[in-house]
């Protein structure tokens, strides 16, 4: 179903976090379908130097964001406004058709935060305001690694792949039980002692 690209960026997605100061902030999606996208820039001398993401979705979805992120990063402006959802499928060897409406959205938060640094370059937004772009539809909500349907009343384990999930502390994501970071926001899922 998926290529060795999406499992190796949804297993190890690059770039995973916020940056604190960022010039750009931008978000796509809909919290309550499931896929939401929030990207972060740093710009340089009219580059970003800098392109991180928190992705709460399935693993299209992630490796979709960690892909955008890396063809992203060191581009101009310009360059990064390139990038479209077609090149970002292409790079990762392809999304099954029914990925390419709701889990490919990763281009569309990149531009939405460079749209967003122009604006505040522009004083039309305070800085800390992010751009975003409501993504409407009625999905429910889908194990982040094989795309099977949860169960509405149980969401910590799939019956299909038979992972079970815990609920990260920071972003109230679900993750798999035992790993030692969040796939949605990077941050570490136990205590540091």
Do not use: W
């Amino acid at each position: 179903m998926y290529s060795d690209k999406v499992m190796d960026h949804f297993a190890n997605p690059r770039n995973v976090g916020i940056i604190p100061d960022a010039d750009g902030v931008g978000q796509v999606g809909n919290p309550v379908c499931g896929d939401m996208m929030t990207f972060y820039i740093k710009v340089r001398d009219g580059r970003l130097a800098d392109v991180k993401f928190q992705t709460f979705g399935c693993g299209a979805a992630i490796a979709v964001s960690s892909m955008v992120s890396e063809m992203a990063k060191g581009k101009t402006i310009d360059e990064a406004l390139a990038i479209t959802n077609e090149l970002v499928a292409q790079e990762l060897g392809g999304l099954p058709k029914n990925k390419m409406h709701c889990s490919n959205l990763g281009a569309d938060a990149l531009h939405e935060a460079i749209r967003n640094y122009r604006d505040r370059q522009a004083g039309l937004v305070p800085a800390g305001a992010a751009a975003s772009d409501p993504h409407e539809h009625d999905e429910g909500m889908a194990c982040p690694y094989c795309d099977t349907a949860l169960d509405e009343k149980d969401k910590t384990f799939c019956r299909a792949c038979r992972i079970e999930f815990e609920e990260c502390p920071s972003c109230g994501g679900i993750t798999k039980k035992g790993d030692s970071a969040c796939i949605h926001c990077g941050r570490p899922l136990r205590g540091e002692a």
